[in-house]
């Protein structure tokens, strides 16, 4: 290589610290042949400099990005400048191997080069050099961080999704404990209620035919009375008669039993409807008719809506559905009530029944306060409430959402604040085959 | 201390003549590398007394979210560039800067023209005044964040002196960044008494 015309006496010593430092010097001229090649390139890439030196960069090294090394060059020339690759962006540029062969996990040694001109005493530039600079250990220790970081991020990321997992299964454990709890309660009730309400009907209609002979009886006295010869005992009957108003109590009594009759129906429904809801009988996956479980929803909560809402139904044709009954009715149940609840003073609840496609759908709408947009996707959380300590759980929903999903289904939402809120639950009339 | 920030009428000219001067220099072989018309901006020069609150109100490339990158200039003229970065980074420049078929490289390409223009800029002012700079390895600053958040979120050191604020475009490949110089308080004396020796030989 061509040295500078005057030599400073430490000259060969400088000559052989570059040799020997621990850092790749290549010395390149504008059409990017090697003009000068250290010890390192040397080891590292496994030609001498006498094999090197003279040569094109590109020849030796066909693997090199030719293009943008060319570019690098050409601006170090062009603009008197540095230029710099980082192995963060370029890990190896040149090809060599890693230089922890024993313990090292990595494959290839990482490197940072510089390339800057070398400026000679006239103020040109002759040559570029560049430097390569082993930094396989930065490297490999900033990549092992790096894979830790990410392994860290993973775990807390799996922390996180358990956490939501453990909330809902709370929710759902205390939610289906408090169905549960009104489920037996309501059985036990219902059963109570049953038995005197068996024999009073069955008493009622041995009564009515007591009565009914009663009358006949009566009738017949009262068919021979004209034909009796003692004229005061017949006044005395046809006073007694009038007095009491035979006439009235007559059709009046029949009257009172078919009223009293009706009544007990009345209340052997909601003991029917109370055990349907519950489904003390039940709780598999069966066909059923979604309406009859929408109206005995409906009697069970009867008490919380009369007061608030004219309740219209707008069923349409349903086929039977595969479903676990006493679940769909505990979200029929948590959507009625929601729905009268947002009701401030007196408004109308509309249940709505349709199918589309596989799908039937069952829709509970009110003209109530609405939902604000904000809320709307906190809807389903676990513990979201708006409403005072003490009277929601926020667990409505949430459970809700769970039995849907589990039957394959989905809610929707739709509201406008102050004008109303629909919930749609959509269900396949079939479950599919595998896990049921 | 901080005489920049109270910098007389005939030294803000001249420094202003300074710079201008090599910005030209720095476009000129902008142009001759990339072969294409670039045009950098003539400086604005923002003093800065204290906190870089008041200098961030100043600026106009501070608002929108940016790749910001960053380089030192090291010697008797000492500081940092920084270069904001639209959200496309500077991938229209990839064919001129020679990464035509080069993966995955926008980052190195967008540390590649910080180097360059922060050469561009530095190497012509430090011509003038006769000094020797060196520099070091650009790196990525902050992603998707507007210049203004990542400075307000670094612990600047040392307040800088003097901001000057750069606009760099290569309109026929409609790409745009701007750079802010900022240099380091203790060695804004460096460039005062180069002013000073400017006006003298005048
Ligand atoms: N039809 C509706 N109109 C307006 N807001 C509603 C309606 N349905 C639900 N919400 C809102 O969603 C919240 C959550 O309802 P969710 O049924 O999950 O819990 P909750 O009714 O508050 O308590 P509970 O556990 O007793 O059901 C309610 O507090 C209410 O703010
Ligand atoms: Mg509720």
Request: with cysteine.
């Amino acid at each position: 290589m061509d040295l500078p015309a005057q030599q400073s006496p430490l000259h060969t010593e400088l000559e052989s610290v570059l040799q020997q430092i621990n850092l790749g010097v290549v010395l390149l001229d504008r059409d990017c042949r090697v003009m000068y090649w250290n010890d390192f390139m040397s080891i590292n890439s496994g030609r001498s400099a006498a094999e090197v030196v003279g040569q094109s960069l590109f020849d030796l090294f066909p693997e090199l990005p030719r293009l943008w090394v060319k570019k690098k060059i050409d601006s170090v020339f062009t603009l008197q400048n540095l230029a710099f690759t980082s192995w963060q962006q370029r890990p190896h540029l040149f090809d060599f191997s890693d230089s922890r062969p024993i313990t090292g996990q990595v494959a290839a040694m990482y490197q940072n080069c510089t390339f800057f001109p070398v400026v000679e005493t006239s103020g040109a530039i002759k040559y570029v050099c560049l430097t390569v600079a082993d930094a396989t250990e930065t490297a490999a220790q900033h990549l092992e961080l790096a894979r830790l970081n990410e392994l860290l991020q993973a775990e807390k990321e799996e922390q996180a999704r358990l956490i939501r997992k453990l909330e809902e299964a709370q929710a759902q454990l205390l939610q289906s404990e408090k169905m549960a709890a009104i489920g037996q309660l309501a059985a036990g009730v219902a059963h109570e209620i049953n038995n005197p309400v068996g024999y009073v009907n069955s008493n009622f209609a041995s009564l009515e035919s007591y009565v009914k002979d009663l009358f006949s009886l009566i009738e017949a006295y009262n068919r021979d009375l004209p034909s009796l010869q003692d004229a005061a005992f017949r006044a005395r009957i046809e006073q007694a008669n009038r007095e009491l108003d035979y006439e009235f109590l007559r059709s009046d009594i029949f009257d009172l039993i078919r009223e009293s009759r009706e009544g007990l129906e009345r209340v052997k429904r909601i003991v029917q409807d109370l055990r349907d809801f519950s489904h003390v009988d039940s709780a598999d996956w069966q066909v059923v008719d979604l309406h009859k479980g929408l109206d005995s929803t409906l009697n069970v909560v009867w008490n919380e809506v009369k007061f608030k809402a004219e309740v219209v139904k707008q069923y349409g044709e349903l086929p039977d559905v595969e479903c676990i009954g006493s679940q769909l009715n505990q979200v029929f149940m948590n959507l009625i009530v929601n729905a009268a609840h947002a009701i401030p003073n007196r408004g109308t609840i509309w249940l709505e029944t349709g199918t589309r496609d596989d799908w039937v759908f069952v829709r509970v709408r009110d003209d109530g306060c609405g939902i604000p947009p904000e809320n709307l996707k906190r809807l389903f959380e676990p513990f979201f409430t708006t409403k005072p300590v003490g009277s929601g759980t926020g667990l409505g929903l949430s459970v809700s959402y769970n039995i849907v999903s589990k039957h394959h289904g989905r809610i929707e939402v739709e509201s406008e604040p102050g004008k109303g809120t629909a919930f749609t639950v959509w269900l396949p009339a079939r479950q599919p085959q595998e896990d049921r | 201390m901080n005489r920049l920030a109270n910098l007389s009428e005939d030294r803000r000219d001249a420094l202003q003549e300074l710079m201008n001067v090599a910005m030209g220099q720095g476009a000129d072989r902008l142009a001759r590398l990339t072969e294409t018309f670039v045009t950098l901006s003539v400086p604005r020069i923002h003093p800065v007394e204290d906190a870089h609150a008041n200098l961030l109100e100043n600026l106009d490339m501070a608002g929108q979210p940016a790749i910001v990158t960053r380089q030192s200039f090291l010697g008797r003229l000492r500081g940092e560039v920084v270069v904001c970065f639209g959200e496309n980074g500077a991938d229209q420049l990839a064919g001129l800067m020679g990464y035509e078929g080069e993966a995955n490289s926008q980052d190195e390409l967008m540390l590649d023209v910080t180097n360059i223009l922060t050469g561009a800029c530095i190497n012509g002012l430090a011509q003038q005044i006769d000094l020797k700079v060196s520099y070091g390895a650009p790196s990525i600053l902050s992603r998707g964040r507007s210049l203004k958040e990542v400075l307000d979120s670094q612990v600047l050191q040392g307040h800088q002196a003097l901001v000057l604020e750069i606009h760099f475009e290569v309109a026929t490949h409609s790409f745009i960044c701007d750079l802010l110089v900022c240099i380091a308080e203790d060695t804004v004396a460096t460039v005062i008494e180069a002013i000073d020796q400017l006006l003298n030989d005048i």
